[in-house]
């Protein structure tokens, strides 16, 4: 079982690449050229390291970087600075989540892939309620913050152009609340849904929780038979 971690030196993709070593995972980390992971990460045997642009490269790399990978975890985000927020790309992150699945989708055998994203983005499946006042929030983010369009974007194709019934793919949106860090991971609890507003009564989620979510549901079946085809909310325990 190898996974392909992309955004893996990111806060919380080095995090998910700690967990699924710690598992014995075979894992390959797909980062910026730019980029590090921590000392205690490389060099591990189980890992390899792939230092790229991701939405440079082309579909044969692209193909060769999923071969023979169980999952692909999408650990991407714009950074926060104003290049990150304002400048390109623009669609960092569904770009990538949709050229992913078109190169896993060539393989033949079934594909988890499981997408961090936000407790800020709703699943349109369940038809989740929120306020007119959230919804007009959301909307002004939307139209000034790229990054959150962004992260609607990945979910929705996932949802509407992947689906239920794709023959080589599986997924799951893991929706953290406002991210904090911690050192060890602590009790969370999963809901289908939000229960809180993101926008005017926030819930926080660790880093490292989400991290561990992201890799039990990578590995345990049963977790992925719960969370498969969901877009699961994400918690610490207060």
Not at 33 to 51: A, M, V
Not at 60 to 86: M, N, V
Not at 174 to 195: E, I, N, Q
């Amino acid at each position: 079982m190898t996974i392909l971690v992309l955004g893996a030196s990111g806060a919380t993709g080095r995090l998910l690449v700690q967990q699924l070593l710690e598992r014995g995972l075979p894992v390959r980390a797909l980062i910026r050229p730019q980029s590090q992971l921590p000392d205690e990460l490389l060099g591990h045997p189980l890992l390899t390291i792939t230092r790229a642009e991701l939405l440079a490269l082309d579909a044969t790399e692209l193909a060769r970087q999923t071969a023979g990978c169980s999952a692909i975890a999408c650990c991407l985000g714009h950074a926060l600075s104003w290049k990150g927020i304002y400048g390109q790309p623009w669609r960092l992150v569904s770009d990538a989540i949709r050229r992913a699945c078109e190169a896993a989708g060539t393989g033949g055998a079934p594909v988890r892939v499981v997408l961090m994203n936000s407790a800020g983005c709703r699943n349109r499946g369940l038809a989740e309620p929120v306020s007119l006042a959230q919804r007009m929030v959301v909307g002004l983010i939307r139209l000034l913050l790229p990054p959150h369009a962004d992260n609607e974007a990945a979910a929705e194709y996932l949802q509407r152009q992947i689906g239920l019934a794709h023959p080589a793919i599986a997924w799951s949106v893991v929706r953290p609340d406002t991210l904090d860090h911690a050192a060890a991971v602590s009790p969370y609890s999963v809901h289908a849904s939000p229960m809180r507003s993101a926008i005017f009564d926030a819930g926080r989620t660790s880093r490292i929780n989400v991290a561990h979510f992201m890799a039990e549901l990578i590995t345990d079946p049963a977790l992925w038979a719960r969370w498969q085809g969901q877009m699961p909310v994400i918690y610490n325990r207060e």
